[in-house]
């Protein structure tokens, strides 16, 4: 079993930036890849951005390519998603998940999740 717990959310104006941090505990051994999704209420998880368990590989949603960047920390078990240049459209709740090895951009394919936490920006 891994627990996830994320931090780092708040509210900001658009153009500011903010860092989420997911800390891992439990079970970490293993080799996970780990993602950042988003989401709104009523609507379906969306992927932001992914990172293999060595961190030698990346993908990002287009919509925030060149704004986010994902990073991870093997030693201290933490993910973190930096945001720079926020607009009011990445408003939602953002909870990283953890899946073996690989990136995957599909939320059905992670198997551990974290509790979330809300980004808002004002425009």
């Known amino acids: 079993q891994v627990t996830l717990v994320e931090s780092g959310g708040g509210s900001v104006q658009a153009g500011e930036s903010l860092r989420l941090s997911c800390a891992a505990s439990?079970?970490?051994?293993?080799?996970?890849?780990m993602g950042w999704f988003r989401q709104l209420p009523g609507k379906e998880r969306e992927f932001v951005a992914g990172?293999?368990?060595?961190?030698?590989?990346?993908d990002y949603a287009d919509s925030v390519k060149g704004r986010f960047s994902i990073s991870r920390d093997n030693a201290k078990n933490t993910v973190d998603l930096q945001m720079v240049s926020l607009k009011a459209e990445d408003t939602a709740v953002y909870s990283c998940?953890?899946?073996?090895?690989?990136?995957?951009?599909?939320?059905?394919?992670?198997?551990?999740w974290g509790q979330g936490t809300q980004v808002t920006v004002s425009s």
């Open positions: 990172i293999n368990w060595s961190g030698g590989s990346t």
């Open positions: 998940a953890a899946r073996s090895y690989a990136i995957s951009t599909t939320s059905s394919e992670y198997r551990y």
């Open positions: 439990g079970r970490t051994g293993g080799a996970y890849g």
